[in-house]
């Protein structure tokens, strides 16, 4: 699905803002990461539309959030960087995942106001065994939040296939090499700041992790343990003219400090990012579903975007879950 709107705009009925996604995702001082493995009974495509217009759509209903995507992951790609002496590019099948939720929240008393609601605390975990056979979610604190480097893509509302290629940059620590705190400063300062600056990076944002212990998403029915050892401690999303830069960008980090922080580099292409929420408000992707949008766009059935129909038929969640949060 192409995206509904142009780069720098927000979803807002009728008439369309002028936005910067870098300052929208910045705002937010919580982040939710969560690897998701799909059921090995279901056919992947069944997966991932459940994913996105069943399950996806009902945190489109639940306040507190302030931005929602979901990234669809391809098979690693160790071919796209040089070899560096000690550090591993492949990942086992078993332990790639096949999509990423991300979700941001402007405070702890937003993630409450969430984590309170019955969707999220009851509805929403009993639904995750309908599409997926294992999942790990970490909550990375104020204290250790990811940053939007860069976004020269600027579409916070992203629907589909991403203009450039996309990558999902996944590190595993070296064991004893350096504090978790050491470990996302250099994530940070070392990898992400410096590559934020090439004149082909479209979008850095990095995230770092804490360590993994047990899901931060109860998720009656699945799973949740790590399906091998190496678990990650932070990731990049990574956007590029051509899939050549990564090679230049791993080329330009020093090795040896490299080599000494980082184990492994699991570099997953983002095939297609949904954007379910935006800035605490649902796009249309988020209140109707993907085949919906798509029907509406091909039809030109411009009435159905309407702010008026949108709110007759969504009621309070088209004015934005973030207002509805503050009248509660």
């Known amino acids: ?22 300052d929208l995702e910045n ?27 069943v399950h996806g ?7 507190g959030l302030w931005q929602y995507r979901q990234l669809r992951l391809a098979a690693n790609r160790p071919d796209l960087f040089p070899t560096v002496q000690t550090i591993s590019f492949d990942a086992p099948d078993v332990a790639q995942p096949h999509g990423m939720p991300h979700a941001l929240f402007l405070s702890e008393a937003d993630l409450a106001v969430f984590g309170g609601n019955p969707l999220a605390q009851e509805t929403i975990p009993n639904d995750a065994h309908n599409f997926i056979g294992r999942i790990g979610a970490l909550l990375s ?19 589909g296939s991403p203009p450039v290629p996309t990558f999902v940059l996944c590190f595993v620590p070296r064991t004893g090499a350096a504090s978790v705190e050491a470990f996302h400063r250099y994530l940070t300062e070392h990898i992400a700041r410096p590559w934020s600056g090439h004149p082909d990076v479209m979008r850095v944002r990095v995230e770092p992790l804490p360590p993994y212990d047990l899901s931060a998403m109860r998720s009656p029915g699945v799973p949740h ?64 579903g993907c085949p ?35 009248q509660t």
Request: aromatic content about 6%.
């Open 292 to 326: 919906a949008v798509q029907t509406i766009i091909a039809a030109g059935a411009s009435n159905q975007r309407s702010e008026a129909v949108l709110n007759l038929l969504f009621g309070d969640a088209v004015r934005g879950l973030d207002r509805l949060r503050r």
């Open 57 to 63: 759509i009902m945190f489109a209903r639940v306040p």
């Open 1 to 22: 699905m192409a995206t509904t709107l142009a780069a720098g705009e927000r979803e807002t009925g009728q008439s369309l803002d002028v936005v910067d996604t870098a």
């Open 225 to 288: 343990q790590w399906p091998n050892d190496e678990t990650y401690l932070g990731w990049i999303e990574l956007a590029v003219r051509t899939e050549g830069v990564l090679g230049d960008l791993l080329a330009g980090t020093a090795a040896d400090e490299l080599a000494e922080q980082v184990m492994a580099v699991h570099t997953y292409p983002v095939r297609e990012v949904y954007t379910i929420i935006s800035a605490g408000r649902p796009t249309e992707v988020g209140l109707r």
């Open 27 to 53: 705002a937010a001082e919580l982040a939710l990461t969560a690897f998701c493995w799909w059921r090995a009974d279901l056919p992947r495509e069944v997966c991932e539309a459940y994913w996105r217009d």
């Open 141 to 159: 604190p104020p204290s250790g939040v990811g940053r939007t480097l860069v976004d020269r893509i600027n579409d916070p509302a992203m629907q």
